[in-house]
């Protein structure tokens, strides 16, 4: 399977930037070439969507606040007018980013609706 046409469609579909990584420390499986996220930063993310906490992520350097999390499933972080929106599936973690020119409703949709197609397929 090639998790870059994810990637792609997650940009098609309105994301700034996207990756995908599995849960549990499994690391990066796709990403776009402008993202830059280590395994501290996955952790924190997975962290915040497992236990429902709304604790922020450092990503780029720079800290994004939890504005919305639902356990299990989803969180969302933001910073001014940029934000970076996370779904947990059962085998991954599927981020969408967005900045000042990106509609954030559009890519929760877009994230949101990847993230059910992989637990559909057992992901």
Do not use: H
């Not at 969180?75 to 967005?98: C, E, M, P, R, W």
Request: proline letters at 2%.
């Amino acid at each position: 399977m090639s998790w870059d046409s994810y990637i792609d469609n997650l940009k098609a579909q309105g994301c700034n930037e996207a990756a995908i990584c599995g849960i549990n420390g499994g690391g990066v499986w796709a990403k776009s070439a402008s993202v830059n996220i280590d395994a501290t930063f996955i952790s924190s993310a997975e962290n915040v969507v497992k236990s429902g906490e709304t604790t922020g992520v450092s990503y780029k350097g720079e800290k994004y606040i939890c504005i919305k999390v639902d356990r299990d499933d989803s969180a969302q972080f933001k910073k001014s007018t940029s934000g970076i929106v996370v779904f947990k599936t059962n085998q991954a973690l599927v981020f969408g980013f967005y900045g000042p020119e990106d509609q954030p409703g559009r890519v929760t949709a877009a994230v949101g609706k990847i993230a059910d197609y992989l637990k559909s397929s057992g992901y």
